[in-house]
């Protein structure tokens, strides 16, 4: 079915197009948990060097193609490249999902421009003011989404009531939480806590008919207190860094001390824990708000963790999240 294909930025990360290839060879070797059909993947990029690429890799298992004569590199401003490249493999991967030969897109490169150009080539679901970006943990043995990580900075009241109504929503289809608990993310647990910002937001949220628990602060996000955190985008993606770089030390801490004391520290053994904690293993974010399913990678990825985004893209493209999030908007919006 042509509507179901993902589009994959090949271009874009700071190892691509090798780790974004081997990314998605791994996301449809039979021996991966998602096994995606190669059909499916329409891998968007520098044609004649991914075929090359490819042929090292071992050959093409199917996969669709499409020639991208540019890059927008992750050094890039947003704005200027997005103008200035408009037959870049981003852009070209948003066309794709826009003219409906797509049903999502997988980006590692440059955020800004990714954000950019699905914002402006997709546009938003009817009803949302301001796109967000969410990350889902598994850092307690349930799933906890996180929204804003980055695509809004200086939000408005209303921007992060929506993005606990987006939130819900995508915990219930996505993840199969019946009644989603929203936290907002604060200073302190009390009312009346925070800023203004969030001061209004808390009546918002409070009025929404959500199922809203009040202030979380940043510890809450380990205790399992609820399902979906808001916060505005530059509060989240200092979360999302800090953590990110704190499971990289925790690790690093943890296997340097069971050498010191002759302790076997194999993966067996710390598997569970290094797939809790490593930004690998949730592969990617999803831009909730705009109209079509985007996934967002970290531009480090590597061949796991590009796989894992292919495999997130294709659950959320399947969930019908979108039609869904604007059925969901309509009792909680404020407009």
Do not use: W
């Amino acid at each position: 079915m042509v509507g179901r294909l993902i589009a994959l930025d090949v271009m874009g990360g700071d190892d691509a197009p090798e780790a974004t290839l081997k990314g998605a060879l791994l996301a449809c070797s039979p021996k991966s948990a998602s096994r995606v059909a190669p059909e499916r993947l329409l891998l968007v990029g520098d044609k004649p060097r991914m075929e090359a690429q490819l042929k090292e890799l071992g050959g093409d298992p199917g996969f669709q193609l499409e020639h991208a004569s540019q890059v927008i590199e992750m050094g890039d401003s947003p704005a200027q490249a997005l103008r200035g490249k408009p037959d870049s493999s981003i852009m070209r991967c948003v066309k794709a999902v826009k003219e409906g030969r797509a049903s999502a897109v997988i980006g590692m490169g440059n955020t800004g421009a990714c954000v950019g150009a699905a914002t402006l080539a997709l546009g938003t679901i009817p009803g949302v003011r301001r796109a967000g970006i969410a990350v889902t943990l598994n850092l307690t043995g349930q799933p906890i989404t996180i929204l804003d990580m980055g695509a809004n900075i200086a939000p408005k009241a209303d921007h992060l009531l929506q993005y606990a109504a987006m939130g819900s929503v995508y915990a219930q289809s996505c993840l199969a939480q019946a009644k989603p608990r929203i936290g907002l993310l604060n200073v302190g647990e009390e009312k009346g806590k925070g800023t203004e910002l969030l001061k209004e937001a808390y009546e918002l949220l409070e009025q929404s008919g959500l199922e809203f628990v009040g202030n979380v602060e940043g510890g809450d996000i380990f205790r399992g207190v609820c399902d979906v955190v808001v916060t505005d985008g530059f509060t989240g993606n200092v979360i999302l860094k800090l953590l990110e770089q704190f499971a990289a030390f925790f690790m690093g801490k943890i296997v340097g001390e069971l050498k010191k004391s002759g302790a076997a520290a194999g993966d067996e053994a710390l598997g569970k824990l290094k797939s809790a904690i490593d930004y690998k293993s949730y592969g990617g974010a999803l831009l909730l708000g705009v109209n079509g399913v985007v996934i967002i990678g970290h531009g480090r990825s590597d061949e796991k963790a590009v796989a894992n985004a292919i495999a997130l893209g294709v659950r959320v493209a399947d969930s019908g999240v979108i039609e869904n999030i604007g059925r969901g908007l309509a009792a909680p919006s404020r407009s």
